[in-house]
């Protein structure tokens, strides 16, 4: 079929907007990432003296990283509208996030309509694939503490057994608030042929949106950081608790993230936004942690629940292009996320100002010794 000109030309801006977009975001993790770990190395000090302070700064340069990440969608017109619960009411509790997982793009996701949900994008921890240690945010992740877990059943056991080791070390002591999870274990499109085939074996639902989840993580998390007048089990890190005056786990907030037509955004639309502007739809329920089961099979059964929930709202969602209401209500409420573009210019801006003065002061510094 003959192409036109029209269309041409159309794949040719497509074409140079993707790569003018590549660049931006190489040049821009060439000076961010860079200036993240040389202001930390600088303010080492500060953590021996004030440790408190030195966490504080670096959630906020965390935080600044993220918003990054965010722009770069944001820009290219990929959206957000927020559907359920509004999470900005339990923002500065402790709460575990429980997300469905399509695609790399989910976590681009999270760090775009996380923003504006007060402290707990500086202050969340992260669980998330070994293979990401690997990337160029694997830096920035180690030293914020965030944990790389190893999939595969000969991994597993090793891997909770460390996980309530890196919980007791790092979430109190550099005071964390939310930890985020994808308890599926993977992407829809890897794990559902398996899990469809272990639903069968053993008379559970079919699922199509989602797949069953893994209980593991979530058991240790809440086994380590609930406090034990919510639910009767014992806790890890109980010094650390005592000396922050922690109030323990308090929430589990359930997130189901659905794209139009089921197609999920990945980190290279992400980053080359090629693909037409596009709103994510993100859904939200709020759980109390005293709701939730401590014994591993009922635990099990509320988990896998959620999953089931999750697949029905995510039906009606394909079916209608909206979530369904919350029950005893006629109609479900949408709210549209949103950033400020001035802000983001001047996050983007600090970073290049910082690439430019540490660049500077390394030039000064090798004048001077040779």
């Known amino acids: 079929m003959a192409v036109t000109l029209e269309q041409a030309r159309r794949v040719g801006y497509t074409c140079l907007k993707a790569l003018l977009r590549f660049a931006f975001m190489v040049a821009n993790n060439l000076v961010a990432i860079p200036s993240y770990v040389l202001y930390l190395i600088v303010l080492q000090p500060l953590r021996i003296l004030d440790s408190k302070s030195f966490w504080y700064i670096e959630g906020v340069l965390f935080k600044w990283l993220l918003a990054m990440v965010a722009s770069w969608g944001w820009w290219a017109g990929y959206t957000v509208v927020e559907w359920g619960d509004d999470v900005k009411a339990v923002s500065e509790d402790e709460a575990m996030v429980l997300v469905n997982h399509q695609a790399t793009g989910d976590v681009c996701t999270l760090m775009m309509c996380l923003q504006d949900k007060g402290t707990v994008v500086r202050q969340m921890m992260w669980l998330m694939d070994h293979i990401f240690k690997y990337t160029n945010f694997g830096i920035v992740s180690l030293i914020h503490g965030d944990f790389f877990i190893r999939q595969g059943r000969t991994h597993r056991d090793q891997q909770l057994v460390l996980l309530k080791e890196h919980l007791e070390k790092y979430y109190r002591s550099r005071n964390r608030k939310w930890i985020v999870l994808f308890p599926e274990g993977g992407f829809l499109r890897k794990r559902r042929e398996t899990s469809q085939a272990f639903a069968k074996k053993n008379n559970l639902p079919f699922l199509k949106h989602v797949t069953l989840p893994r209980i593991g993580a979530t058991q240790v998390i809440l086994k380590t950081l609930v406090a034990p007048q919510e639910n009767g089990t014992p806790s890890g890190g109980d010094a650390v608790r005592k000396e922050s005056k922690s109030k323990g786990l308090q929430w589990v907030i359930d997130t189901t993230i659905a794209y139009p037509k089921a197609e999920p955004i990945d980190i290279q639309t992400w980053i080359l936004g090629y ?9 939200y329920r709020i759980f109390p942690v005293k709701d939730v089961p401590a014994e591993p099979e009922a635990l099990t059964n509320w988990l896998y629940q959620r999953f089931i929930e999750k697949e029905d709202l995510l ?13 005893g209500q006629t109609k479900a409420i949408s709210r549209e996320m949103t950033l400020s573009n001035l802000w983001l210019v001047a996050i983007q801006s600090f970073a290049f100002l910082s690439g430019g003065m540490w660049y500077c002061l390394f030039q000064y510094l090798y004048h001077c010794l040779f």
Not at 275 to 283: E, G, I, Y
Not at 315 to 327: C, V
Request: charged share 15%; aromatic share 14%.
């Open 315 to 327: 039906t009606h969602f394909y079916e209608t292009g909206a979530f369904p209401p919350p029950k």
């Open 275 to 283: 693909r037409q502007p596009t709103v994510t739809h993100v859904h």
